[in-house]
């Protein structure tokens, strides 16, 4: 098993819709949960960090954290063009693990 | 604020080389780690420091070896170069060890050939 599982995609959904996000992680005691956003031949961006159960909201992005499922995900309501990217999942106990990603392609 | 920052962007090597990768952190960030990224793939964890000493090691062999300077920044050195060391090296600091939010520079792209 993967420490950090994600749907590999590719994900499409046409511009001003939501776009949902998910990630499994194997080993309960992470403690902080990251998303970050890649675009085609640059590094990780950071778009959010959660770090309790339940939901975070910043702009248009929302992470959700459930730690008693392992589970984390990231929404991205009123798609953009411009957010057609490489979606990251990142978990952190000593050290940070990454997902492979998920491409999103939000169709105008 | 100046981001992370490393050097060289782009670097071609032949198998059987050394190579040496920068990176100097954000300021006030005490912690460096270093990534390999391949195509499709997400970046695989190699090394943290924090205040000059290792802190973390990901799965990688005793080619890859790395440090930290007292003014934090850091080196990454990959002796006896592989074909399959051709990657996007990247760098990331945080403002301490331990689950702090990391932010990476714009990596080292690494050719072997």
């Known amino acids: 098993q993967k420490e950090v599982e994600q749907n590999s995609g590719p994900l499409s959904v046409p511009e001003g819709a939501i776009a949902s996000l998910n990630c499994t992680y194997s080993?309960?005691?992470?403690?902080?949960f990251f998303w970050y956003r890649q675009y085609s031949g640059k590094s990780p961006e950071l778009i959010m960090s959660?770090?309790?159960?339940g939901d975070k909201e910043d702009g248009r992005f929302t992470a959700q954290l459930n730690k008693a499922s392992q589970y984390v995900s990231l929404l991205i309501r009123d798609s953009q063009p411009s957010d057609s990217a490489t979606y990251l999942c990142?978990?952190?106990?000593?050290?940070?693990?990454f997902g492979a990603g998920t491409r999103l392609t939000v169709k105008p | 604020d100046a981001g992370v920052t490393q050097s060289p962007t782009h670097l071609i090597k032949t198998r059987g080389q050394q190579v040496t990768l920068r990176c100097s952190p954000i300021?006030?960030?005490?912690?460096v780690s270093w990534y390999q990224q391949v195509l499709g793939q997400g970046p695989q964890f190699i090394f943290q420091?924090?205040?000059?000493?290792?802190?973390g090691r990901g799965n990688f062999p005793d080619r890859f070896s790395a440090r930290q300077f007292p003014n934090y920044s850091s080196e990454l050195n990959v002796n006896a170069l592989l074909l399959g060391d051709s990657a996007l090296y990247l760098c990331?600091?945080?403002?301490?060890?331990?689950?702090?939010?990391?932010?990476f520079g714009d990596g080292t792209r690494l050719s072997i050939l």
């Open positions: 990142a978990v952190t106990k000593n050290d940070m693990r």
């Open positions: 300021s006030g960030h005490k912690s």
């Open positions: 080993d309960r005691v992470s403690q902080s």
């Open positions: 990331a600091s945080s403002l301490d060890k331990y689950n702090q939010p990391q932010h």
């Open positions: 420091y924090y205040e000059k000493e290792e802190r």
């Open positions: 959660i770090y309790s159960n």
